[in-house]
Each structure stands twice: as structure tokens, then as C-alpha cells.
């Protein structure tokens, strides 16, 4: 399984509870990046996090591919140069 960093819009809202002016829900989507392992790459995108003897997993998440900006994999060598860069 190759191990990806997802970069990827995520719709956001109802963060405070009650009535308050409509001119205070129009914040847009936040920018997320996510990292795990890649199960599924189509519609949808799923990565999973944690993953027990190659059979398990836990944690898993599923982005719509409209919503993916960017998928790196991660090798030790691409962790070897974000470390000197």
C-alpha cells in the first residue's frame, strides 16, 4: 500500500451553537492535509491511518475526488528531502 499526503478542500460550517447574523456563516471551505494509507483512488478517495498486520485498518476517511487538490506519495527518500529542505 503506498503511503500519501492528501491535500484537499473540506466543507465546514456549524461550529457555534445558537442564533447568530447570517453575515457570520460565510466562511468558504478550509484547506486540510491528510496522510495515511491508500485504499481506494476514483470518485472517491479513502485513506486509513492506522493499519494493524497488513489487515486492519482504523481511522479511515473519504474525500470526494472534486475535493482532492493534490496527492503526494510518500517515500523515505521524499521524507528524507522535506527533512534537509
Do not use: N, Y
Not at 29 to 39: E, R
Not at 49 to 64: C, F, Q, R, S
Amino acid at each position: 500500500m503506498k503511503i500519501v499526503q492528501v491535500t484537499w478542500e473540506d466543507a465546514c460550517g456549524g461550529v457555534r451553537i445558537g442564533w447568530r447574523p447570517l453575515s457570520e456563516m460565510t466562511d468558504g471551505p478550509v484547506l486540510v492535509v491528510s496522510v495515511g494509507f491508500l485504499l481506494k483512488e476514483g470518485d472517491i478517495i479513502v485513506i486509513v491511518p492506522h493499519v494493524a498486520e497488513g489487515k486492519d485498518g482504523d481511522g479511515e476517511i473519504h474525500i470526494p475526488s472534486g475535493w482532492v487538490k493534490s496527492i503526494v506519495e510518500l517515500t523515505p527518500e521524499s521524507a528524507r528531502k522535506k527533512k534537509h529542505a
